[in-house]
Each structure stands twice: as C-alpha cells, then as structure tokens.
C-alpha cells in the first residue's frame, strides 16, 4: 500500500468511468442522501482510491446528481467517505443523448460483441436508428467525458489519466488531440473479442473504436489473451504495425502497449464490511433457513452471467442425486441489470420461469429447491459468501468476475468455488477451483456434487489458496504493475526524444 500512497502523491489520477462511486437522491423527507454505485468496476475502484488521491470523473445519472454539479459551476467536488483525498466530476448530458450513449450502442452492442452473444442470424440491425445513435449518443457523451478531462489536466497538468471500460472508447482520441503530452492509460474490465466479433460494425465504428483506443499509451486488460485479440484486431481490422512478442501496436509514431493487469479487491475494506453489523443481520436469517448444503451464486440478471445453465445443471443434479433432496438450498442473489433493454428483460422472466419450474418438480410444502431474490443488497450478499459450501460463476464470458475473490475471501465454512473456464479469474483461481465450460450442463451438475462431497480438508485447502492468491494480489498491486509500466514507457520515451535530439543536432 505504501508504495501506492507515494505513487499517488506524485502523481494525482483521474479517474473516468461511466458510473461513479456515488449517487445522489432525495429522500422522503426532502434530504440528500447518497448511495454507493454498483458493479464490479466501481467495488474495485473504490478500493484502489483508499491509498491514492483521485478526482473521479463519471455521468449524473439522477436529478439530484445533477443538482450537486450545478451547485458546484460544474466542476469537482469533495467525495466524502470515499477513499483518501477522493473528488467527484459529473458529466451532465441530456436524456436522449445518454439513452443512445448508453442503451443503445454501449448496452447491447458492443457489450454483445465483447460477450459473444449475439445470435447473428436475428440480431443485430445496424439501420439508421443505431448509427444515429453512434453519432448522437456515445460519440457524443464521449466528446463530453473527454471535454471534462481536459478541463481537470489544465489544472493539474502531471496527473494521470485512467479511463475505464467499453463506454469511453473514443474519448482518448479527443483528449490526445487536446493534450498530446498527456499520457493516457485505458482500462477494459470485460472481454476483447477476436476480429471476427467486431466485423458486426461498420468499418467507421470499429475504426473509430480502435482509433479511440490507440490514442492511449497502455490498454490494460484482465488476462493475455484479451490484449491478444486487441493486437489481433488491430492488425486485421486497422492494418495496424502488430509486435505479438513486445505486445505493442506502433501508431502514429507512438508506441502503443497492450497488457494484461489482473484486477483484485482490497481485502481489508471487504473483510470489515464481511465483520459489519449490516452484514450479521443477514446471517441469522440464512443461518436459520439454510439446509444440510448452501449452493449460492450472487450476480448480475446478465446474460453473460449464464443463470439459466446454472439453473439447468442444479436441476440435473438432484434428478441424479435424489438423495439431496431436501438437504440442499441454492441461493440465487441477482442484482436487476439494464431492465430498459428488451433482452435483458426477457432474460429475468426466463429465470422467474425456470426457477418456479425446478422448484415445482422438486420442491414441497416444506422446501424449495432455489431461493430466488432478485434485488440489490451487498450486506445480504456478503452473509450469503460467509457461509455457502459451494459457489457457483459459471459465466458464459467474463472480463473477471469479481465475486469469484470476494466471497472466497470471507468464506467461512470452506466453500468450494465452481468457475468457468471463460471467467478471467480463472487465469489465477482455476488450479483451486473446480474448473467447468460454461456450456457442458452436465459437467456443472457433476462438478455440484464433487463439490458437495468433497473431503473437509481438501476444500479448506482449496480455500485458503485462493484467499492466499487475492490477498497478495490486491488491488493495489493491480495499480502498482500499472504505474510500473507507466514509469517504464515514460522512461522509454524520453531516451527516444533524447536520442533523436542528439541526432537532429548531429544533422545541424
């Protein structure tokens, strides 16, 4: 932590995501309350600001939001609470530029192609409808993230800036325009398709999209065959200038660097809030009403997340081991994601659909089969990691899957953690996890009950292993590997101009 605490006080982040660490509303007496954001990457960057001083540039997604950024001329504001020395920035856009920004290009589209699931003999249509919202909306918004950047790095020129994930492709590209001597770290926190996925677009959006990208000095991603296919995108879509063996793209006279930075938690803010009052008035309850066995899976309502084969493998399970039968409960804790695009809606009542099926054609009068909660409650979800026996992360595709480190983390009763070869945990979890493909339902209900009768001390084994490997690779060393590279390009750099310094004097 030490090392990051002085990186950060040499060099202060700006941070830019879609969704910030915190959302204003009002509450029904009239007050402001605020509201911790959800999702993987804001859990992980709240975690890495606890040692670092940040300014977190994100969209106001509520009116009250938008209140606070009038209130203060539209600039930054303190975050307080939220790791040390953090502000907050919003980026205020109109409704039907962040609906076209966000549910119709960044959600489905390119979140689609980055999962794979598209089913291309139906969808996607690119008609008039999506390129106007390409131009309108998420070129737009990222004209407008990257417009608030540059107002930040006018004030602290040296900063750092890291952009997060799959909304904000195009944005380098404005900010290096702006600012060519900043340097520009891009992170994204899901899958890199292969080429094939991204010819779904027309050439001027994927061109765009990599164009955006390369306008960074390093792309970070979760495992090296994510930066691969970024390089093999490059290469195949762009004609880029490609080396596999020092992972670069040469664009523009600039050496663009690829790299693979596994993303973690900060073990000590999640084992408090695991030790948290909020989080013990959920165990009593799951205490109370758990079986001889606890299966949980704790996710997004996504179809990445692969709900429904889970469901299908449990459902293959106790056909074959009726023996469970009344001893076992799996807990199902969804979080409601993106309910304003038609697929994921569709998604949720298919869940409803097949958890009521298992739970009628197993179930009685004493005992349902699957417990099936779709909300958003982190204190509830935490209790469930402390006690399950097995958890199931079977995605289908998976940037990392946080929950696969987190719940392992404060797991209490050595729980076996079931993980699909797809999920980017795998890279570091998969020789302690029981390791499936995401699509072999009966390898799912086979790892269940390997799981489940699997000797005390080999799950405890299993267990402390991965609580070994997320402790040492936290999320500050996820940050330290960043800013080591970053040193190195910058060093890098300067020995080039340096060089061609001395030769243009040479010349003279």
Known sequence: MERSEQAGREAPLILVSNRGPVTFRRDQTGARTTSQGGGGLVTALTGLVEGTPALWISAATTEEDALVA?????????????????????????????????????????????????????????????????????????????????????????????????HLYTAPEIIRAGRPDAFLHFFCHIPWSQPDAWRILPPHMREAILR??????????????????????????????????????????????????????????????????????????????RRAHLVIRVDRTDLSKNTLRGFLAFDVFLDRYPEFKEEITFFSLLQPSRQDVPEYIEYVDKIRELASHINTKHGNTDWMPISLNIESNLPRAVAAYKHYDVLMVNSIFDGM???????????????????????????????????????????????LHTALTMPLAERLARNEQIQRIVRENDVFKWLDAQRADITAKRVAARRRRARAARGGARTG
């Open 70 to 166: 009038a209130e203060h001329g539209g600039g930054s504001f303190p975050l307080d609470g939220i790791g040390r020395d953090t502000r907050g920035r919003f980026v205020l856009m109109d409704p039907a530029t962040y609906d076209a920004y966000y549910n119709v290009i960044a959600n489905p589209i390119l979140w689609f192609i980055q999962h794979y699931l598209w089913d291309l003999s139906n969808a996607p249509n690119i008609t008039i409808a999506e390129l106007d919202a390409w131009e309108h909306g998420y070129q737009r918004a990222n004209r407008q993230f990257a417009e608030a950047v540059l107002a930040e790095l006018d004030r602290e020129p040296q900063a750092m800036v890291m952009l997060h994930d799959y």
């Open 212 to 289: 955006g990208l390369l306008a960074n000095d390093i792309i970070g991603f979760h495992t090296p065959r994510y930066a691969r296919n970024f390089l093999l995108c490059c290469e195949d879509l762009l004609e880029a200038r490609v080396d596999y063996k020092r992972m670069l793209v040469t664009w523009e006279g600039r050496e663009v660097w690829a790299r693979a930075y596994p993303i973690s938690v900060h073990p000590p803010t999640f084992e408090r809030l695991a030790a948290s009052p909020e989080v013990a008035a959920y165990e009593g309850p799951i205490l109370r009403r």
């Open 401 to 447: 899957n946080l929950v696969a480190k987190e719940a392992p983390l404060v797991n209490e009763r050595g729980g076996v953690l079931i993980l699909s070869e797809n999920a980017g945990a795998h890279d570091e979890l998969g020789s302690f996890a029981l390791s499936v493909n995401p699509f072999d339902v009966e390898a799912q209900a086979q790892a």
